[in-house]
């Protein structure tokens, strides 16, 4: 606990591979580079073997003591924890689905579209993009305690939860559960796409009042930070106005659509923020560089990714 306390004091700049993404090679990479570039959080999937994988990254960097493993649990309707799915009786073989993955998911084998389940991590670019609409999500859902227990061994150092759901007794019922069986600090993440402003307001009122160990991550606009512009982390920042201006005095993080503009627009909002979770933008910026495969081997492919996430790390902390 302490150890996570000292990071947000001293301001968090974290990592996240995604809570559906279960791609070991990439999210070991991840680690390796962000660490190294000084991100002090790493959020992954609720998975043994995904955590495993990250704490091996941390290791090779040498930043295994000095960085902090967060893991992601959510509820059903909560986009983060879906899968995208192929119609094939609607798939036309345009191909625009793979044009546009980020995560390198999807394939063409004997003249069909498959998605890779390890690597997509649920953002449905590619459905946005199909003209047939041939691509739908699904969740394979487990409630956020059953996802949770089997990773409770794994030396973990947060729980996030993402709440995004219009059902507030789901989430009041789910958060509580998470707290029986967790005593660390856990990060609470939603949007504001279910529920309105006030409503929000009110359940982190109810969520804030007994628990001391709580972070809230403002999720301005789920995975929407592909794009290095204002207009992308704007909502960001401004959900995270609503949430500083309430009577809930807790740490708090940006994300959805967080860049290496955010922090320099928090400030001239006059925004205090405890830290930002860059997810899309961050990995974006590594990518043809991670996904060499002899990456651990190839010193150059390292130090090149590392330059990289060094500078969007020193333009987060520069207005932190």
């Keep these: 606990m302490e150890k996570i306390k000292n990071i947000l004091n001293n301001k968090c700049i974290k990592l996240i591979c995604g809570a559906a993404n279960e791609n070991i090679k990439e999210i ?8 190294k570039a000084g991100f002090n959080m790493i959020d992954v999937s609720a998975k043994c073997d995904v955590i ?23 509820l059903k309707d909560d986009i983060h924890l879906s ?25 063409v ?13 649920g953002c449905m670019n590619c459905a946005q993009v199909c003209e047939n609409q041939a691509i739908l999500n699904e969740h394979k859902y487990k409630t956020p305690y059953e996802m949770l227990l089997p990773v409770l061994s794994e030396d973990i150092d947060c729980v996030e939860f993402h709440c995004t759901s219009a059902d507030e007794s789901l989430i009041l ?6 707290k029986s069986i967790y005593n660390g600090l856990i990060s609470i993440c939603l949007d504001r796409s279910k529920l309105g402003d006030d409503r ?9 009042k007994e628990t001391e160990n709580i972070m809230i991550q403002a999720d301005g606009k789920p995975m929407s930070g ?44 006059d925004l205090n923020i405890e830290g930002v979770a860059l997810g899309s933008y961050a990995r974006k910026l590594v990518k043809d560089f991670v996904n ?18 060094k500078e969007l790390y020193d333009s987060i902390k520069k207005y932190l």
């Design 226 to 269: 592909g794009c290095d512009d204002y207009n992308s982390t704007l909502q960001a920042v401004a959900f995270a106005q609503l949430l500083r201006s309430s009577n809930i005095n807790t740490y708090l993080v940006l994300s959805g659509g967080t860049n290496s503009k955010t922090t320099k627009l928090a400030k001239k909002c």
């Design 200 to 208: 929000i307001i009110n359940l982190l009122l109810k969520m804030t």
């Design 28 to 35: 070991e990479k991840l680690a390796f580079v962000f660490s």
């Design 173 to 178: 019922d789910s958060f509580n559960k998470i």
């Design 83 to 107: 899968k995208a799915v192929i119609n094939r009786q609607k798939c036309s073989l345009c191909r625009k689905c793979i044009d546009i993955c980020s995560q390198n998911a999807l394939f």
């Design 109 to 121: 084998e004997d003249e069909k579209i498959f998605v890779e389940e390890k690597k997509c991590i």
């Design 52 to 74: 495993s994988a990250a704490k091996r990254g941390l290791k090779k960097a040498g930043k295994e003591n000095d960085t902090s493993v967060c893991v992601s649990v959510g």
């Design 292 to 309: 060499q495969e002899d990456f651990f081997e190839n010193e150059t492919a390292q130090n090149n990714a590392v330059k990289l996430a």
